[in-house]
């Protein structure tokens, strides 16, 4: 398929490793930030690929991870109700809140429909006269300007049984804070691509400043993933720390204006609770107080709700890059997709849940012997 | 379980201990949920050793005469899809779940749930393409049933089709006989039926248009069992799957379970069409997961392997068929993958279904 195929070829990775080999002299440690980023390496074993003394660890990039339980508790609360549509990307039904997921409240007889645009709810609710549909509106910067533009048309078109359930996350907050721990060992990043894609990557340049890490924006191809590493290793061999774009056939540095301009309208930066880290300062973005009418934490009566994380897996310290999977002793065992204990179980894009699709509750060694012998 | 056991000391719970107090979608995938309902509700009631050889098919023998037994319900919103409907579904899916058990499929019965409301010219349309596709196969619908529902009830027809086969020739199919060094073969592109389905029901357009496998796979499979015959090794042929619900990376998954081994898949060796591979990239979804209709897995001793595809590429069915693979002695119950960038991942079965991802 044109425009995929040539960034999955093996030779061409081969290659890159090589040079990777070549380049690199002393131990690293390089965070991708992107879920999506950790689903192809977990899926395509790049992390297999690499010399071992150059570690990929996993950070807090996966939207549907860090939406905190709290805000999946409100999600399960208004969807129960029998007036609502609750509508939802396809990965969020599975999230376990206090008390089951959104397929269980479907089964229950909740209408709970997964949408593939936000914008589908126009449709839904002016088919709909009579019911509230309500979005749960999640994710990075990637999705704020969809999200942004389903209240902005729901406004434009006078439909008024619309509302947004908002948990919106930003990444370079998380990076400061991942940057800031005591504990850290993050010595590199691969960029969010489709984060960049919207806001640019020039809020970027004063971390790589502030902390001298390197920051490479990224794509999510194999090939994309190898040359953000190579890119990445030629820095910290060099003791540079820049931000680079692996990802310029489809990112600029000033990012995508008319998408900002929306996400300005509708949205304003606010504090935000992580799944597994707690709150971070201006980290999050929530509906701007003259869009307040279709904020659906109002609307509903659900602001009250105050859950507390249960404090049994170390989802939050995986997130942060400080510990892998393999490293808590529920992995895969206590704690499986099915029986999720944390952010990082529950989604596809969430570390736990990719080593366990691809079969990391096995060693990595055993894998790659095994692999190895075909 | 090991807690069950703890609770019910005295033999099986009449309740069994369920993770979902009710039924969530998920129990109809075909993957993990699946196989834990049918555990837990049917085999552990219904125990025998026919049942629990969990095939498609049921391999009977009565007076000497070996016969293929099976049943199965089909329930696809919307009726009517490119490429097929309801009713060619109903026809094709016991017909290949009799074929993959090496039999000869020869009558069906028929069971039809109406939902009031439904037009009298869409059960006529359905009807007219499962004498068609019954024709095409050479299957006669001897008995059935017919029931209506209120409005809201149903959605417009369930259809459940069992179908009953002779077994002629001495074969051994069962998802138990793999032995390493088998080669895992696989007759064209997959992801066409689920992928077209997804595009009807979520109103996605495609630029081309893509249709539904759905086919009758007994003439193919006749085929491939002249050609193991003729090469003297009949029971070179260990298995037959027609990948369904699940798809490719379930039935891989649950042959290399039932038969203790492990499995090597080049990944690049697995066709998939263009427009099925766009969609799921778009959609975050894998194709290796996602249903077929009319697609064959088998798994062949490796000295006739190579006259089997031939025999399978020179049917129009088989034209796309490939060796995607291998039997590994380890690890045992478990398919990994080489990855087209040189990497190796494991292919595990799902939970429940495939979601989309968010980004």
């Known amino acids: ?374 | 379980m090991k807690t069950e056991e703890k609770l019910n000391p005295f033999g099986a719970c009449p309740l069994p201990i369920f993770d979902h107090p009710q039924i969530v979608l998920g129990h109809g995938s075909g993957g993990k949920l699946s196989a834990e309902l049918i555990d837990k509700v049917f085999l552990s009631r219904f125990r025998n050793p026919l049942l629990e050889k969990l095939d498609d098919q049921a391999t009977l023998t009565i007076n000497g005469t070996r016969l293929a037994f099976t049943t199965d319900s089909f329930v696809v919103t919307p009726i009517f899809f490119p490429g097929g409907d309801i009713g060619t579904l109903a026809i094709n899916g016991t017909v290949n779940d009799l074929a993959v058990g090496g039999a000869t499929p020869l009558y069906l019965a028929a069971a039809f749930i109406l939902e009031e409301g439904l037009p009298a010219t869409e059960l006529g349309r359905v009807a007219d393409s499962m004498a068609q596709a019954a024709r095409d196969a050479g299957v006669q619908l001897v008995t059935g049933d017919t029931k209506v529902v209120n409005r809201g009830k149903g959605d417009k027809v369930f259809i459940t089709t069992t179908g009953i086969g002779v077994i002629e020739r001495p074969t051994q199919l069962s998802a138990d006989r793999a032995r390493p060094g088998d080669k895992i073969l696989l007759s064209g592109t997959i992801g066409d039926h689920g992928i077209t389905i997804l595009s009807q029901r979520e109103g996605l357009e495609f630029e081309s248009a893509l249709a539904s496998d759905c086919a009758a796979l007994h003439a193919l499979i006749a085929r491939m069992l002249d050609a193991a015959e003729e090469s003297g090794d009949l029971l070179g042929m260990r298995v037959m799957r027609d990948p369904t619900r699940g798809g490719v990376a379930t039935v891989l998954n649950e042959i290399a379970d039932r038969s203790g081994v492990g499995m090597l898949l080049r990944e690049s060796e697995i066709p998939v069409r263009d427009e099925v591979r766009g969609a799921c990239e778009m959609l975050g979804l894998d194709p290796l997961y996602v249903a077929n209709e009319g697609k064959l897995v088998a798994v062949v001793a490796a000295e006739i392997a190579d006259r089997v595809l031939e025999a399978m590429q020179r049917h129009p069915l088989g034209a796309e068929a490939r060796i995607i693979g291998e039997v590994t002695e380890q690890p045992a119950g478990m398919v990994l993958m080489k990855t087209g960038v040189g990497g190796t991942r494991v292919v595990d079965v799902l939970f429940g279904e495939q979601l989309p991802r968010i980004c």
């Open chain 1, 1 to 374: 398929m044109k425009y995929i195929d040539e960034y999955r070829d093996g030779d061409i990775a081969a290659k890159i490793v090589e040079r990777i080999r070549r380049v690199q002299r002393k131990p690293w440690v390089i965070m991708e930030i992107c879920g999506g980023q950790t689903h192809s390496i977990v899926k395509n074993g790049i992390d297999h690929l690499l010399p071992k003394d150059i570690e990929l660890v996993h950070g807090p990039g996966c939207p549907v991870c860090v939406t905190p339980l709290e805000m999946i508790d409100k999600a399960h609360a208004i969807a129960r109700r029998p007036e609502v549509i609750f509508c939802s990307f396809g990965d969020m039904l599975r999230v376990p809140g206090s008390n089951g997921d959104l397929f269980s409240i479907k089964s229950q007889g909740g209408d709970v429909r997964v949408v593939y645009s936000p914008i589908d709810c126009l449709r839904i609710a002016k088919t709909n006269p009579d019911k509230q549909v309500v979005f749960f509106a999640i994710g990075f910067e990637t999705t704020a300007p969809a999200n942004a533009m389903l209240a902005w048309q729901a406004r434009q078109m006078g439909i008024r049984n619309i509302s947004l359930l908002v948990s919106h996350v930003l990444v370079p907050p998380a990076i400061e804070s991942i940057l800031s721990a005591p504990g850290n060992r993050v010595q590199g990043f691969l960029g969010p691509g489709h984060v960049c894609t919207v806001v640019g990557y020039s809020e970027y340049e004063p971390l790589a400043e502030k902390f001298r890490v390197p920051i490479v924006v990224c794509g999510f191809e194999p090939l994309d993933i190898l040359e953000g590493v190579l890119m990445i290793v030629e820095q910290l061999e060099q003791g540079r720390h820049e931000v680079e774009n692996q990802y310029s056939r489809v990112l600029a540095r000033g990012g995508n204006r008319p998408a900002q301009e929306l996400i300005a309208k509708v949205f304003t930066v606010s504090d935000r609770k992580w799944r597994g880290v707690g709150t971070i300062p201006s980290s999050g973005l929530r509906l701007r107080d003259d869009f307040c009418d279709v904020d659906a934490e109002q609307r509903f009566d659900v602001e009250a709700i105050d859950t507390a994380e249960p404090e049994v897996c170390i989802a939050g310290q995986i997130l942060q890059g400080m510990k892998k999977p393999h490293d808590c002793p529920a992995f895969g065992t206590e704690c499986t997709p099915q029986h999720p204990l944390g952010a990082t179980m529950v989604s596809a894009e969430g570390a736990c849940a990719a080593y366990y699709a691809y079969g990391r509750h096995l060693k990595d060694t055993d894998l790659v012997n095994i692999g190895g012998k075909g």
